[in-house]
């Protein structure tokens, strides 16, 4: 049933690779995704701003009813309601990538498609076969070798991208979890570590995107 999914996107993948290559192609549809799902990005960038705006609120509500759990949430979806929005807007357009990743992965990661031999296995990128793992080019050429100083000039950039959506995700005060929503996104450099390089390149590209929009909406 799969297939039914896989079969075209290997057709415009395979399509895109013949005209530009394999990274670009890669680049290509990621921009492509993103592009289709910008209504929900900019649902998303709205819902920020909000819970950027409500910051001190929130944190009042916090300090008023630190010895009632159930009141304080009550309050708190009541305050993001007045306002539109609520706890858990700006997730749909992360989750609503996540079909188009899974099926990124899935392109390079498969044998074949539709019953036939995946030609996207012979595509690279810099001279690195898409869906190769960092685990497996460290095993053939070592940690020096080109291929794997590729995985790391990918995760050196994830890290980079990382490191920016970090410094504009706020630090909520009384709320212990804003700290931890800042690492999350280095968790994409872990990621890439396990995944075929060619959804590395789909990950750095759209969370490079997402982090771009947060840039130009701060400005």
Do not use: C
């Not at 290559?21 to 819902?47: D, H, K, M, N, S």
């Not at 990538?97 to 899974?102: A, D, E, G, S, Y």
């Not at 979890?177 to 968790?187: E, T, Y």
């Amino acid at each position: 049933m799969f297939d039914l999914v896989l079969s075209p996107a290997y057709d415009l993948v395979a399509a895109l690779t013949g005209l530009t290559g394999g990274l670009l192609a890669i680049v290509l549809f990621t921009v492509g995704v993103r592009l289709l799902l910008l209504p929900l990005g900019l649902r998303q960038a709205r819902a920020q701003r909000i819970k950027v705006r409500l910051a001190p609120d929130v944190a009042e509500l916090r300090k008023r009813f630190a010895r009632n759990p159930e009141r304080f949430q009550r309050e708190l979806s009541s305050l993001y309601a007045r306002e539109g929005t609520s706890l858990f807007a700006g997730f749909g357009s992360a989750l609503a990538q996540l079909p188009f990743f899974l099926v990124m992965y899935r392109l390079f990661v498969s044998a074949t498609i539709a019953g036939q031999p995946n030609l996207l296995l012979a595509q690279s990128a810099i001279g690195v076969p898409l869906g190769d793992h960092f685990g497996a080019v460290l095993a053939h050429s070592g940690l020096f070798g080109a291929p794997a100083l590729v995985f790391l000039g990918l995760f050196a950039l994830l890290a980079l991208v990382a490191w920016q959506a970090s410094r504009l995700t706020p630090e909520t005060p009384g709320m212990p979890m804003s700290k931890l929503f800042r690492l999350l996104p280095f968790g994409t450099v872990i990621a890439a570590g396990f995944l075929p390089l060619a959804a590395g390149i789909y990950l750095l590209v759209s969370t490079a995107w997402t982090t771009a929009e947060r840039s130009l909406r701060t400005v």
